[in-house]
């Protein structure tokens, strides 16, 4: 009962001899000229035919005229009555939609009268020709209504020809018409005087004929774009020929009830896009005429037309009394078996028709197991399916065949979470087409930036169902912010544990007892991996990459540039802080690589091998891909600390905006600044700011209740309000603003924010002021850098003292020095002899009171310092205080 053959209307070449897909279509639009002829249809019943009127119809395809079984006209569309004489009949009357008389008869024609759509219902014509004849008792030839009629051209009288309308069919099959079909497979007329001429050759003739039968109002010729056939580029016609049918409309109700319960991403797709679709269901056309595809398994009897459906080739070899098991079941050998008719004892044939690819689509479920006749534990294990994803057109088609084969077989969806893929376009967001020569070939992509970098992009760029951009350009950029960020960690870690010989066997101290950067990137570790593991439990990958592209950020330009100096420094100087180190990063690391395994296959099993393979050897899984997803120790837990050490960085951020502002260099220390955060914050902060004071270069970071006593206020007066509103005593009031102190500055200030008015006293006399009227501007007080946002500044002492310099200028060196190390080519662990002379005299005597030579030596690696004359050095230029020569021996 939910299998049946009707006509199916679908755009269709006669030369191919096949209907083609929308898609195809879409592919062969042309612009052509059309005839566009009117046509009397004289009235033969109802009020109207006793007038003599004829309803006057238009069509572009004259060649469906003969096919004609009724007209439809719109229920809330007004049509007239016209009088004429302008078309070769005297006084002759005419009924068309009254917005359509002028453009399709001319300003001459006179009103009779005004009718509604609905008086026209039912009355009956005489069709233009008689090609076919109908039977009285069939219906057709009357005026019947439709939705789809428009006054935006024609007449407002549609003509219908179900055969070649699916429109036309839709109606047609409502009101019970008869399908009127002379058209054969090759798109020609199989009767009348056009038999054997292809239908759209045909459309001069018919329109001959029909102006000589008096027929013919006006012909036209009607531009618009008509699909022609991609293969042969001749015109398509639009042609029903019988199809099997699937009665999905039949199940309307259970399909959006399962619907309703697939989890989908976006959300929206389940009402919109999808739901809509199914509300809108058409039972689905099975059939193609097509050679390659699954056989319908539908046998039909030549005598009687008994169908005869078939299960499988064993029942297949029952019926026809031979064993088929054997047999290829696809064209053409299945089509070679033929059945004895059970009805008639006649004979049946398979019928031509093959499945639409679609439905196979849509069977995978159970056609997989072999499923109802085998793999019924299989089945029974794997449905539904907890997961399917696919681009966001497949809710027409296998979101859609997935959903109807599961309710009709099983009354359930087959998939339980659906997720919608967007398209990829270019980095214009436009389209990729041949034509626009914006194709990119994705194994150039992945040759050129590695099938990780590719992936990551595709992960990473934003939800799913939005658009991917595409192009060389943002995929360097993932390797660049991202994937060599993570990598060039990895580099750091195992050329110092190299260096040092660092083994994972050597005991770990236990998280508790390892320094505040350690206990901090182990707890953003924990959070990041609680953060990605409930986002892809809701499927929502672009949050789970943002978190951790933020976690390699921080790892990389916090945590190692931070602690750089603990991986450096010799073993023998704090040997449990180094093991703190080694062992936190190698954490972070490998954690890394598990949390990405799934979207940097490659790059994370790479990791993996160097960190932990070559590390345990066989003890390891040997691959990331068998490890489990990685759940973090309670022991890594410390939202305190990840709090505090936000604040911290937010410092830092202030810090750096006033160490800017003042242009004091980065590498001066500073001997003071002071730091005022949020009441909550204080607390947590405190532990940190030697942090702080260490990555700003400043000997003390202190909490301050305020830094108010460290910014002035002055007064800007706004002439283009104080102007309307003093008129001729403005210059005045502005005068005075202006020359309203610091001191008092700030109460003014605070008081037109908090009152919206504040007094000021103006020659004598008492006057009101508004925010709008002046302007408030801050400044440092002389010697100190402020940078404040919200409830957080930053107060830098940009005070300079001799000791302060000296020590710059041994940064100066340090740095200097390491350039040459550099640029000589050395190893991180060479030693070095440093031979330094330092000018003036009284400069080097500094340095070397202030034990910096010592600390020059161990931040360069140097085994000895010589301050000694040095005859062919480099020149560095130590600030306002002097300048070295230096050279350099490994
Ligand atoms: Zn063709
Ligand atoms: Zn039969």
Same mark, same amino acid.
């Given at each position: 009962?939910? /299998?049946?053959?009707?006509?199916?209307?679908?755009?269709?070449?006669?030369?191919?001899?096949?209907?083609?897909?929308?898609?195809?279509?879409?592919?062969?639009?042309?612009?052509?000229?059309?005839?566009?002829?009117?046509?009397?249809?004289?009235?033969?019943?109802?009020?109207?035919?006793?007038? =003599?009127?004829?309803?006057?119809?238009?069509?572009?395809?004259?060649?469906?005229?003969?096919?004609?079984?009724?007209?439809?006209? =719109?229920?809330?569309?007004?049509?007239?009555?016209?009088?004429?004489?302008?078309?070769?009949?005297?006084?002759?009357?005419?009924?068309?939609?009254?917005?359509?008389?002028?453009?399709?008869?001319?300003?001459?024609?006179?009103?009779?009268?005004?009718?509604?759509?609905?008086?026209?219902?039912?009355?009956?014509?005489?069709?233009?020709?008689?090609?076919?004849?109908?039977?009285?008792?069939?219906?057709?030839?009357?005026?019947?209504?439709?939705?789809?009629?428009?006054?935006?051209?024609?007449?407002?009288?549609?003509?219908?020809?179900?055969?070649?309308?699916?429109?036309?069919?839709?109606?047609?099959?409502?009101?019970?018409?008869?399908?009127?079909?002379?058209?054969?497979?090759?798109?020609?007329?199989?009767?009348?005087?056009?038999?054997?001429?292809?239908?759209?050759?045909?459309?001069?003739?018919?329109?001959?004929?029909?102006?000589?039968?008096?027929?013919?109002?006006?012909?036209?010729?009607?531009?618009?774009?008509?699909?022609? #056939?991609?293969? #042969?580029?001749?015109?398509?016609?639009?042609?029903?020929?019988?199809?099997?049918?699937?009665?999905?409309?039949?199940?309307?109700?259970?399909?959006?009830?399962?619907?309703?319960? /697939?989890?989908?991403?976006?959300?929206?797709?389940?009402?919109?896009?999808?739901?809509?679709?199914?509300?809108?269901?058409?039972?689905?056309?099975?059939?193609?005429?097509?050679?390659?595809?699954?056989?319908?398994?539908?046998?039909?009897?030549?005598?009687?037309?008994?169908?005869?459906?078939?299960?499988?080739?064993?029942?297949?070899?029952?019926?026809?009394?031979?064993?088929?098991?054997?047999?290829?079941?696809?064209?053409?050998?299945?089509?070679?078996?033929? &059945?004895?008719?059970?009805?008639?004892?006649?004979?049946?044939?398979?019928?031509?028709?093959?499945?639409?690819?679609?439905?196979?689509?849509?069977?995978?479920?159970?056609?997989?197991?072999?499923?109802?006749?085998?793999?019924?534990?299989?089945?029974?294990?794997?449905?539904?399916?907890?997961?399917?994803?696919?681009?966001?057109?497949?809710?027409?088609?296998?979101?859609?065949?997935?959903?109807?084969?599961?309710?009709?077989?099983?009354?359930?969806?087959?998939?339980?979470? #659906?997720? #919608?893929?967007?398209?990829?376009?270019?980095?214009?967001?436009?389209?990729?087409?041949?034509?626009?020569?914006?194709?990119?070939?994705?194994?150039?992509?992945?040759?050129?930036?590695?099938?990780?970098?590719?992936?990551?992009?595709?992960?990473?760029?934003?939800?799913?169902?939005?658009?991917?951009?595409?192009?060389?350009?943002?995929?360097?950029?993932?390797?660049?912010?991202?994937?060599?960020?993570?990598?060039?960690?990895?580099?750091?870690?195992?050329?110092?544990?190299?260096?040092?010989?660092?083994?994972?066997?050597?005991?770990?101290?236990?998280?508790?007892?390892?320094?505040?950067?350690?206990?901090?990137?182990?707890?953003?570790?924990?959070?990041?991996?609680?953060?990605?593991?409930?986002?892809?439990?809701?499927?929502?990958?672009?949050?789970?990459?943002?978190?951790?592209?933020?976690?390699?950020?921080?790892?990389?330009?916090?945590?190692?540039?931070?602690?750089?100096?603990?991986?450096?420094?010799?073993?023998?100087?704090?040997?449990?802080?180094?093991?703190?180190?080694?062992?936190?990063?190698?954490?972070?690391?490998?954690?890394?690589?598990?949390?990405?395994?799934?979207?940097?296959?490659?790059?994370?099993?790479?990791?993996?091998?160097?960190?932990?393979?070559?590390?345990?050897?066989?003890?390891?899984?040997?691959?990331?891909?068998?490890?489990?997803?990685?759940?973090?120790?309670?022991?890594?837990?410390?939202?305190?600390?990840?709090?505090?050490?936000?604040?911290?960085?937010?410092?830092?951020?202030?810090?750096?905006?006033?160490?800017?502002?003042?242009?004091?260099?980065?590498?001066?220390?500073?001997?003071?600044?002071?730091?005022?955060?949020?009441?909550?914050?204080?607390?947590?902060?405190?532990?940190? &700011?030697?942090?702080?004071?260490?990555?700003?270069?400043?000997?003390?970071?202190?909490?301050?209740?305020?830094?108010?006593?460290?910014?002035?206020?002055?007064?800007?007066?706004?002439?283009?309000?104080?102007?309307?509103?003093?008129?001729?005593?403005?210059?005045?009031?502005?005068?005075?603003?202006?020359?309203?102190?610091?001191?008092?500055?700030?109460?003014?200030?605070?008081?037109?924010?908090?009152?919206?008015?504040?007094? &000021?006293?103006?020659?004598?006399?008492?006057?009101? &002021?508004?925010?709008?009227?002046?302007?408030?501007?801050?400044?440092?007080?002389?010697?100190?850098?402020?940078?404040?946002?919200?409830?957080?500044?930053?107060?830098?002492?940009?005070?300079?003292?001799?000791?302060?310099?000296?020590?710059?200028?041994?940064?100066?060196?340090?740095?200097?020095?390491?350039?040459?190390?550099?640029?000589? =080519?050395?190893?991180?662990?060479?030693?070095?002899?440093? /031979?330094?002379?330092?000018?003036?005299?009284?400069?080097?005597?500094?340095?070397?009171?202030?034990?910096?030579?010592?600390?020059?030596?161990?931040?360069?690696?140097?085994?000895?310092?010589?301050?000694?004359?040095?005859?062919?050095?480099?020149?560095?230029?130590?600030?306002?205080?002097?300048?070295?020569?230096?050279?350099?021996?490994?």
């Amino acid at each position: 009962d939910l /299998i049946f053959e009707d006509h199916r209307v679908a755009p269709y070449c006669g030369r191919c001899g096949t209907a083609l897909s929308d898609a195809e279509v879409s592919q062969g639009y042309q612009q052509v000229d059309d005839p566009s002829v009117y046509v009397r249809f004289p009235l033969v019943d109802g009020p109207l035919a006793e007038t =003599g009127a004829s309803l006057v119809v238009w069509t572009t395809t004259p060649w469906t005229l003969p096919s004609n079984t009724a007209c439809a006209v =719109g229920t809330d569309v007004v049509y007239q009555l016209v009088r004429t004489s302008g078309f070769g009949r005297t006084d002759e009357l005419l009924v068309l939609a009254a917005d359509r008389r002028v453009d399709v008869l001319g300003e001459d024609a006179e009103v009779v009268r005004e009718l509604t759509g609905a008086e026209l219902i039912g009355a009956r014509y005489t069709p233009p020709f008689a090609l076919v004849d109908l039977p009285a008792a069939s219906g057709a030839h009357r005026v019947l209504a439709a939705g789809f009629v428009t006054t935006s051209d024609g007449s407002g009288i549609v003509h219908l020809a179900p055969a070649f309308g699916a429109e036309d069919m839709e109606v047609g099959r409502a009101e019970g018409l008869p399908v009127v079909n002379p058209v054969d497979a090759t798109g020609r007329f199989t009767t009348g005087p056009w038999q054997g001429v292809f239908v759209k050759d045909a459309d001069p003739d018919i329109i001959r004929t029909l102006a000589a039968d008096g027929r013919l109002l006006a012909s036209r010729t009607y531009t618009h774009t008509y699909p022609f #056939c991609w293969r #042969c580029q001749r015109p398509l016609i639009y042609w029903a020929k019988p199809s099997w049918y699937i009665r999905t409309t039949a199940k309307r109700d259970q399909l959006l009830a399962n619907n309703a319960g /697939i989890d989908w991403h976006p959300e929206h797709i389940r009402d919109g896009r999808f739901g809509r679709w199914l509300e809108n269901n058409v039972d689905w056309a099975l059939s193609r005429d097509r050679y390659w595809g699954t056989p319908l398994p539908f046998w039909r009897c030549t005598d009687c037309d008994h169908v005869e459906v078939v299960a499988s080739r064993a029942e297949l070899g029952a019926k026809a009394g031979r064993d088929l098991t054997e047999l290829d079941p696809h064209r053409p050998y299945v089509d070679e078996v033929t &059945l004895p008719c059970p009805s008639c004892g006649g004979e049946a044939h398979r019928v031509p028709e093959v499945a639409d690819a679609w439905f196979d689509s849509g069977g995978m479920p159970f056609a997989q197991w072999g499923y109802p006749h085998q793999g019924h534990e299989e089945f029974a294990r794997h449905y539904p399916a907890d997961y399917i994803c696919e681009a966001i057109d497949q809710t027409r088609g296998w979101f859609y065949t997935l959903l109807a084969e599961g309710t009709l077989l099983f009354d359930s969806a087959s998939y339980r979470t #659906c997720a #919608c893929l967007g398209h990829i376009v270019d980095e214009d967001g436009r389209k990729m087409s041949k034509s626009t020569g914006n194709v990119l070939d994705p194994w150039e992509l992945i040759d050129r930036h590695g099938a990780d970098a590719l992936r990551w992009l595709m992960f990473a760029e934003g939800n799913p169902w939005v658009n991917r951009r595409v192009s060389h350009q943002l995929l360097e950029d993932v390797v660049r912010r991202f994937l060599l960020t993570l990598w060039n960690t990895h580099v750091f870690f195992a050329t110092y544990a190299e260096i040092d010989g660092f083994s994972l066997a050597s005991p770990a101290p236990p998280v508790a007892e390892r320094p505040a950067s350690d206990r901090w990137v182990l707890a953003e570790l924990a959070h990041l991996v609680e953060l990605v593991d409930r986002a892809l439990d809701r499927y929502d990958v672009s949050s789970s990459t943002r978190a951790l592209e933020r976690f390699v950020d921080d790892l990389s330009n916090w945590y190692v540039r931070r602690n750089r100096r603990r991986f450096w420094k010799a073993a023998a100087d704090d040997p449990a802080d180094k093991a703190a180190a080694y062992h936190t990063l190698h954490t972070c690391l490998t954690t890394l690589a598990q949390l990405l395994a799934p979207y940097l296959p490659f790059l994370a099993e790479r990791l993996w091998l160097d960190l932990v393979v070559s590390q345990h050897g066989d003890d390891a899984p040997v691959s990331v891909h068998l490890t489990d997803f990685p759940v973090a120790p309670d022991a890594w837990r410390d939202e305190a600390l990840r709090a505090a050490m936000a604040t911290a960085r937010r410092v830092v951020e202030l810090g750096r905006q006033a160490r800017n502002d003042s242009a004091v260099k980065v590498r001066q220390p500073l001997a003071r600044a002071l730091v005022t955060v949020p009441e909550s914050e204080r607390a947590g902060l405190v532990a940190l &700011l030697p942090e702080v004071a260490d990555e700003l270069n400043v000997r003390a970071v202190e909490l301050s209740d305020g830094t108010g006593e460290l910014i002035e206020r002055h007064l800007k007066p706004n002439f283009r309000a104080l102007g309307p509103a003093f008129q001729q005593r403005a210059p005045h009031v502005a005068r005075a603003i202006g020359a309203v102190s610091p001191a008092t500055a700030g109460a003014l200030a605070d008081a037109l924010a908090a009152e919206g008015t504040a007094p &000021l006293r103006v020659d004598g006399d008492e006057v009101t &002021l508004t925010p709008e009227m002046l302007t408030v501007v801050e400044t440092s007080r002389t010697g100190w850098a402020v940078a404040s946002d919200g409830g957080t500044s930053f107060a830098l002492d940009t005070a300079l003292t001799r000791d302060l310099e000296v020590e710059g200028a041994a940064r100066e060196l340090i740095r200097a020095v390491n350039d040459q190390r550099k640029a000589a =080519g050395l190893a991180l662990d060479d030693r070095i002899e440093l /031979i330094v002379a330092v000018s003036p005299p009284e400069l080097d005597a500094d340095l070397d009171a202030g034990g910096h030579y010592a600390t020059i030596g161990r931040e360069v690696l140097a085994t000895h310092v010589q301050r000694a004359p040095v005859s062919d050095g480099t020149r560095v230029e130590l600030g306002v205080l002097g300048s070295a020569l230096l050279a350099i021996r490994s």
